[in-house]
Nanobody, 116 residues
């Protein structure tokens, strides 16, 4: 099992940028999909962005063109670059590593708030 630790959250002004990081305790070379999810209070966790080992990406419609997911296998780290942030209710952003064969690891989350 790989431990995932997210960082980079905080309070940012609307229109600003922030980069989240997800550091894995071990190699992520064999991870099928690395992804970022978010969960606002009282809401279900939702996919924000995913990146496959082959380089394919998918994004939630609400973040397309503003967010970019990337991974550095040498550093065992996945990033989420967020630009043009919009005011939103506080949400916790989670990193997820999908290994396939019904195995996935989650981080503990990092909180983001965007002030208007």
């Amino acid at each position: 099992q790989v431990q995932l630790v997210e960082s980079g959250g905080g309070l940012v002004q609307a229109g600003g940028s922030l980069r989240l990081s997800c550091a894995a305790s071990g190699s992520i070379l064999n991870v099928i999909v690395m992804a970022w999810y978010r969960q606002a209070p009282g809401k279900q966790r939702e996919l924000v962005a995913g990146l496959s080992s082959g380089g394919s990406t998918n994004y939630a419609d609400s973040v397309k063109g503003r967010f970019t997911i990337s991974r550095d296998n040498a550093k065992n780290t996945v990033y989420l670059q967020m630009n043009s942030l919009k005011p939103e209710h506080p949400a916790v952003y989670y990193c997820r590593a999908d290994w396939g064969i019904a195995r996935a690891d989650w981080g503990q989350g990092t909180k983001l708030a965007v002030a208007s």
